[in-house]
């Protein structure tokens, strides 16, 4: 794992920014895309540079059942927001979290997720250490699937609805396994309330009780923390 300890979350996403347009010039195709408040400054930074998107894919790892990509807290709309809206990509796949079939919709994610190859995958981490939406006691060997959020998740994600009863209490995301496939994972945290997971992300045990530890079992990793994050190291 290649740490990159930076100030603030600025700074942050200049990092990361610069990541992704060396995956660029390189030839990446295919981007792994994440929510939540981590990834805005590295969007943001995307979004003022003159990268160009239109000939990529994007892959978003998980978004809420029940909720519809025209609701502002839906993952979908998120997307619109902070990124598309600016830099459209050929094609953006996110999980259909109204699909009627949710089976059915789980096999075509997975099929997308195996046609089209992940060549930077970008991830926040939460403060119980899950990634996309896998919560602590996943299966590391888990494809997309269906999971029922823990009280600690739907606690944090309140925070961007105006009712705690509103939070979806599930939504479907990448598997663990899922998520590894993809050529360079690169995870940002920011912020005391994620030291503790990034402590033991990097110096604990390598167990299905912190899902973003399976991160050390994949040979190419690139973490950005700020100096918060990194407090716990
Ligand atoms: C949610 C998302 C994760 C995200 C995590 C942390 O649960 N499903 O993909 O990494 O929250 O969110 P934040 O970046 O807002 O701290």
Redesign the pocket.
Known sequence: MRIIVVANASEGGKAAAQIFSQELQNGAKVFGL?????PLSTYQELCNSNMDFSDCTSIN??EYVGISASNPQSYAYFMHQNLFAAKPFAHSFIPNGMAKDIEEEISRYNHLIDENNVDLQI????QNG????NEPGTSFDSLTHKVALTES?IN??SRFFSDINDVPKEALTMGLKSICKAKHILLIAYGKNKADAIDKMINGPVSEELPASILRNHSNVTVIVDEEAASGL
């Open positions: 994440a929510t939540g408040s981590t790892l998980d991830l926040g981490i939460g899950h990634i996309g939406f998740t944090a994600n």
